[in-house]
């Protein structure tokens, strides 16, 4: 059922339209027991000539077929504007964004999403209006997690039908290695002459003070200016050269790949909430020394990716 | 595929299943013992006390128990479990009992459906006009009932203030708009079944109906036992009828005709060999029809004679008759032609005359001495009768409805010891007298008279017109009506018995009569109400081809009412559809928008597309560096929308400048792309 789905829909792009074409109704087991209730009431009221009950059975069918249209209507026309899934280390669940638009002068209510048939999360679009659903995806190794089927539902209104769809769109999910090891991170690297080696005591050279950016470490943040209702400001520090670490996974002779790559992934994140500068190398790529969530990210995704370019990449799907 | 199986139904779907719960317990309140609804309030607060801390909910054991006990309790009362009001007892306390269980929505859902049922109930049970508003307003609560919990049962594992945020978009008041419109949408739909939906020309199960008593005349009559007739107000039967209705003194309804008479007590017995004595119908034709309203008896009441049945499960007998096969107890509606003067068209068969001569044994010795007095004074049936009656006229009879109790010859006891009576006491009376003298006489119950109804043109026919007169058999006549009664108190023929007797009904209804603007009010409301009950209520198979008839099918069937269904039917789906689609539909919020998107529409098509990324105003500089012969045109539109789309507010006259803005917009026209601007 869902390959047939997935070869008539094809592979969707975002931002994506819900159109009719895409859209199924069904009614759900509370809408099946109203069903039940009417034709009680219908045998009821055929059988005792009863206007009243049947009047009120015919109401009450009518109401359940508007409630059909209005269930596929809050579907329909709904827009999925973005999905986005933060980096996340292993054995942690990532998130999710679903992104999604109204673009309809009628608000819409509990649209809900999962990831594969995962457990759903409901969020409401007011009218021209925007919802943002956070999901939970595992990830349960290193690599990348793709997303290849959402499941968006609604039973709203009055839960009698249940209008879903299938979004298939490439979504990737980067999935660092969990950072372990008990290692000490080596305090002295060569590929630099007059590097000297600093126990990370943080005898940093204070240059000064610059306005906050974004992506600055709350630990440099200078609180207590803040707290004197100055402006947010970082307390910058010279790292000349004198606290650099070059993280080298030539070092971990012994060990085996994973714990290797796990060890390096705690070394990264270690030196970054130290505040440190530091650069990664592996076989057959350097990352130069800097600091930052960027080139956090770009450490911890060259680990994430280590050695699966190729081999793995496309397997590890969440559904 | 994924389920959504949330753990907990949402507090406000608890609260709005159970106030559907409670008002549907509200529609069949009296109908059951008292204590059924306390006890389900109990369980009710104890629901809601749980939901908010105070209590705990029972276990598995205690509810067992309770149900085992109130199940008892309820055979106990009623003896049965089957039955409208045992079943609404048992429906009310098992959903009060479900209620303690109430945990995830399904539960919720499955005491809206109890809801429901017990609308089903108070339905089969009462339908007048007045309960009508009540069942569609608790159709409404119902469906804002699911709603709500409909909405709570898609969870919400978002943060708090996300949930906070939508619960002011979807509040109570939304759900019950959504709740109303659902409705309205679904009432054309409604009205189209309820008049095409093929009906059941008859039933497949009876209801067993327990412990109501309907009023109506009873098939025997002992007038010497009552002391104290009370008669009802309650109505026995409307009648229109086409053309003008007869005049005061033919308004007989004639009723059970009872022929066998043990000196005490009349009694209808039934004579399986008598045979129906052909009659010639003389004078003028009245058609009508009947509104029957429901009794435990089997008798359809027509105007004095009819012409025949008009129906083949209702029986026309050889004294004249109706009487149905089943009790009347949905009420019905007939029509019938009758005429007020008839003729025997043969002599009176022997056996008839035999049995309509009998009397029993040695009562009443006195009055059959006088009657065979009179007879001899007198030459001709005729005649005798004429002498009878006028012994009741100048005897010193009178008319009341508190009579003393007569003796064992009850007849002799009124006629010469009493002289106090109803018409009971003179159709007896009168009748033993016509049997000891041989003429073949009987008694007829019935009603006599009506009240006129100006607004709906009709007769309604009460319980307090009910009547007894007597016939008797004249050669060269045959059966010809005598109403002694008219002779003591002829007042009874031409008004009601109120006029003469105001005691005759209890105390609210005399004030009624007695305030005229409030009878007149009282006379709308019936005839809105006999209106109700015969276009809508007793609507059937048989009005269903008759509107199929006046919408122009030639001769109607269930295959013609198969297709105005379907075609209905299709035709509410594609406008429900189209009607629900449309509120999909990409529009901008409002007019400023809207126009602000015909303008740039206007610029794409003038080659200057605007990116979506792109401001007013940054648009403003594009349209200037493409095309500046434009540039006076354009620009200080752009700006204005800008102005009024993010300047201050101005309070007073936005809508007129956006009005305006509107209107320059439709006016703005583009020049084709200036001479000598380099194309880019």
């Known amino acids: ?319 | 595929m994924a389920k959504i199986q949330p753990p907990e139904g949402s507090r406000r779907g608890l609260n709005w299943a159970t106030g559907a719960f409670c008002a549907g317990m509200l529609l069949n309140v009296d109908r059951v013992p008292s204590w059924v609804p306390v006890a389900a309030l109990i369980f009710v607060a104890w629901r809601l006390m749980a939901a908010s801390r105070a209590l705990r909910l029972p276990g598995v054991i205690t509810r067992s128990l309770l149900a085992i006990l109130l199940v008892a309790g309820i055979v106990l009362r009623f003896h049965t479990l089957n039955g409208l009001s045992a079943g609404t007892a048992l429906l009310i306390l098992m959903g009060s009992v479900k209620l303690l269980e109430t945990r995830a929505p399904r539960d919720q859902y499955i005491v809206i459906g109890s809801a429901v049922f017990l609308l089903l109930a108070a339905c089969l049970d009462r339908q007048g006009l007045v309960h009508a508003p009540l069942y569609l307003l608790h159709v409404w609560l119902c469906c804002a009932a699911l709603a709500v919990v409909g909405y709570g049962s898609t969870a919400s594992s978002a943060t708090a203030s996300s949930s906070s945020a939508t619960a002011a978009l979807f509040d109570s008041r939304a759900a019950m708009m959504l709740g109303a419109r659902s409705l309205v949408f679904a009432l054309p739909l409604a009205l189209m079944l309820f008049m095409f939906f093929p009906r059941l020309p008859g039933a497949f199960w009876a209801i067993p109906r327990s412990d109501e008593a309907l009023t109506g005349l009873g098939d025997s009559m002992s007038p010497g036992s009552i002391t104290q007739l009370t008669s009802s107000y309650e109505v026995a039967f409307r009648a229109h009828f086409e053309g003008s209705p007869p005049p005061p003194q033919e308004r007989y309804w004639r009723g059970p005709v009872l022929h066998e008479f043990d000196g005490y007590t009349w009694r209808r017995t039934a004579r399986n060999l008598a045979r129906m004595q052909p009659l010639q119908y003389l004078g003028q034709e009245y058609r009508y029809r009947v509104s029957l309203e429901p009794s435990a008896q089997r008798w359809w009441f027509s105007l004095d004679t009819a012409t025949g049945s008009p129906e083949p499960n209702v029986a026309f007998t050889y004294d004249y008759q109706l009487i149905s096969a089943k009790p009347v107890t949905p009420g019905t509606n007939y029509t019938l032609v009758s005429h007020t003067s008839t003729r025997a068209s043969s002599p009176l068969p022997q056996l008839s005359r035999r049995y309509d001569t009998e009397l029993h044994g040695e009562r009443n010795p006195r009055s059959r001495a006088l009657a065979v007095k009179l007879r001899s004074g007198v030459a001709s049936d005729e005649a005798y009768v004429s002498a009878v009656l006028d012994f009741l006229h100048t005897g010193g009879f009178q008319y009341t409805l508190t009579p003393p109790r007569l003796g064992f010859d009850s007849v002799d006891d009124f006629l010469f010891n009493t002289r106090l009576g109803f018409c009971g006491h003179y159709a007896s009376a009168f009748t033993v007298m016509m049997r000891a003298a041989g003429v073949p006489a009987r008694v007829v119950t019935g009603y006599l008279g009506g009240e006129w109804n100006p607004i709906g043109r009709y007769f309604i026919v009460r319980q307090s017109d009910a009547h007894s007169w007597a016939e008797v058999w004249l050669e060269g006549r045959g059966w010809t009506r005598v109403d002694p009664t008219a002779v003591v108190a002829p007042a009874r023929l031409q008004r009601g018995i109120l006029d003469i007797l105001p005691n005759a009904v209890s105390a609210p209804a005399r004030f009624v009569w007695s305030q005229p603007w409030l009878a007149a009010l009282l006379q709308r409301w019936d005839a809105l109400n006999t209106a109700w009950n015969d276009r809508v209520i007793k609507f059937n198979y048989d009005d269903q081809l008759r509107l199929l008839q006046r919408l122009g099918f030639e001769s109607p069937g269930a295959e013609e009412l198969g297709w105005a269904f379907g075609s209905g039917l299709v035709g509410w789906m594609l406008w429900i559809a189209w009607h629900v689609g449309r509120q999909t539909r990409r529009t901008p919020p409002d007019k400023l928008a809207r126009a602000y998107t015909r303008l740039c529409k206007k610029l794409g098509r003038a080659g200057i597309a605007r990116e979506s990324h792109q401001g007013p105003l940054s648009f403003a500089k594009q349209v200037g560096e493409l095309r500046p012969d434009l540039q006076a045109n354009v620009h200080p539109l752009l700006l204005r929308y800008a102005q009024l789309r993010y300047g201050p507010a101005e309070q007073d006259s936005y809508a007129a400048h956006v009005r305006e803005f509107a209107r320059q917009v439709s006016e703005l026209t583009l020049p084709a792309r200036a001479a000598g601007t380099p194309p880019r």
């Open chain 1, 1 to 319: 059922m869902a390959r047939w789905i997935r070869k008539r829909q094809g592979t969707d792009s975002l931002p994506l339209s819900l159109s009719r074409r895409r859209l199924y109704i069904i009614p759900t087991r509370a809408g099946v027991g109203f069903g039940l209730v009417l034709v009680l009431m219908l045998v009821a009221g055929l059988n005792y000539a009863n206007s009243t009950a049947l009047f009120l059975t015919f109401l009450l069918t009518g109401f359940a077929l508007v409630s059909m249209h209005q269930c596929h209507r809050n579907l329909l026309g709904a827009r999925l504007l973005a999905a986005t899934a933060q980096p996340t280390f292993a054995h942690r669940a990532g998130t999710l964004s679903l992104i999604f638009e109204n673009p309809a002068a009628a608000a819409r209510f509990r649209i809900a999403a999962a990831v594969g048939d995962g457990s759903v999360t409901p969020t409401d679009l007011p009218a021209y209006g925007r919802g943002v659903i956070a999901l939970s995806v595992p990830a349960p190794k290193r690599g990348v997690v793709q997303v290849d089927r959402l499941h968006l539902i609604t039973r709203h209104p009055f839960g009698l039908f249940r209008a879903w769809t299938w979004v298939h769109a490439p979504i990737e999910m980067l999935v660092y290695p969990q950072p372990n090891g008990s290692l000490p991170m080596p305090t002295h690297h060569g590929s630099r002459s007059g590097a000297r080696s600093v126990a990370h005591t943080g005898a940093d050279e204070w240059l000064g003070l610059r306005p906050f950016r974004d992506g600055d470490s709350p630990r440099q943040v200078d609180w207590k200016a803040y707290a004197r209702e100055a402006p947010l400001l970082v307390k910058e520090y010279s790292a000349s050269g004198a606290d650099l670490r070059m993280l080298d996974f030539g070092v971990l002779s012994n060990l085996p790949l994973e714990a290797k790559l796990e060890q390096l992934a705690r070394w990264v994140v270690d030196a970054e909430d130290g505040g440190e500068r530091y650069g990664l190398i592996l076989p057959g790529s350097q990352i130069k020394p800097d600091r930052g969530p960027e080139h956090r990210h770009h450490c911890l995704a060259q680990l994430a990716m280590f050695g699966l370019e190729d081999t793995q990449r496309g397997e590890d799907t969440a559904t």
